[in-house]
């Protein structure tokens, strides 16, 4: 089972079969948004009045530090770390625009990516542009 833990401050942010974030919305209201933990799985969970629209960018953090997971490769992804089941991280960015679909995985060397708009950023390069969490 992968584990998922913040960049920033290294805490485990999966619990069960959910990875859990705080999130923003453009009206700047908060509220908690559970993903799956599988990559190309974009299914959710949030509470049914927090709202947002398909495009919308929404702002994600760290549920235990409260830190931007925003990442240093483009202002629509976000950034956390993911440990596989053998302890090899890697670094995962996915969007953080409401209904598109783009993940990526990365050791540093090579990036899987995964979901129907995942080439809207793939111009990025391996190397010093990603962390180095690995």
Not at 23 to 51: C, D, M, W
Not at 108 to 134: H, I, N
Request: hydrophobic residues 30%.
């Amino acid at each position: 089972m992968n584990d998922f833990i913040c960049p920033e401050c290294g805490g485990h942010i999966r619990v069960g079969d959910h990875i859990i974030f705080r999130v923003r919305n453009k009206e700047r209201q908060t509220a908690l948004l559970l993903l799956s933990p599988q990559i190309g799985n974009y299914s959710s969970i949030k509470h049914p009045s927090f709202e947002f629209s398909p495009g919308e960018k929404l702002d994600f953090f760290c549920p235990l530090c409260s830190k931007s997971l925003k990442s240093d490769i483009h202002e629509n992804l976000a950034h956390v770390v993911m440990i596989d089941e053998t302890g090899k991280k890697f670094d995962v960015y996915f969007s953080q625009v409401a209904g598109e679909h783009s993940t990526y995985k990365t050791d540093g060397v090579s990036v899987q990516s995964a979901g129907e708009d995942a080439g809207k950023y793939t111009y990025f390069k391996l190397g010093d542009r990603f962390r180095k969490y690995l």
